[in-house]
């Protein structure tokens, strides 16, 4: 069992930037690839952000790439996700997930443990 908690989220001006984490429970962090998704109201959740479980590989959404970083340190169980020049497209409540790892990394039938999420809103 893994516990994701995020957090960072918040009220941000178009062209801002946050930096959102996941903290997760247990000591198996490291055993996890880490993904980030978001969801709108109205909207099917998305993929945003993904690392594999020794960071050796990242991936992005293309509405993201260039404008996001995600991270991991694995001595802290965290994971990041490091957001610049936002867009209000950008409002979501964003997710935090743990795939096993041997599953494709942007779906969201992949992840197996989800946060609560968190809101980050945009204004324009």
């Known amino acids: 069992q893994v516990q994701l908690v995020e957090s960072g989220g918040g009220l941000v001006q178009a062209g801002g930037s946050l930096r959102l984490s996941c903290t997760a429970s247990?000591?198996?962090?490291?055993?996890?690839?880490m993904g980030w998704f978001r969801q709108a109201p109205g909207k099917e959740r998305e993929f945003v952000a993904g690392?594999?479980?020794?960071?050796?590989?990242?991936y992005y959404a293309d509405s993201v790439k260039g404008r996001a970083t995600i991270s991991r340190d694995n001595v802290k169980n965290t994971v990041y996700l490091q957001m610049n020049s936002l867009k209000p497209e950008d409002t979501a409540v964003y997710y935090c997930?743990?795939?096993?790892?041997?599953?494709?990394?942007?779906?969201?039938?992949?992840?197996?443990?989800w946060g609560q999420g968190t809101q980050v809103t945009v204004s324009s």
């Open positions: 997930a743990a795939s096993p790892g041997y599953r494709a990394i942007y779906y969201v039938a992949s992840y197996d443990y």
């Open positions: 247990g000591r198996t962090f490291d055993s996890y690839t």
């Open positions: 690392i594999t479980r020794s960071a050796g590989s990242t």
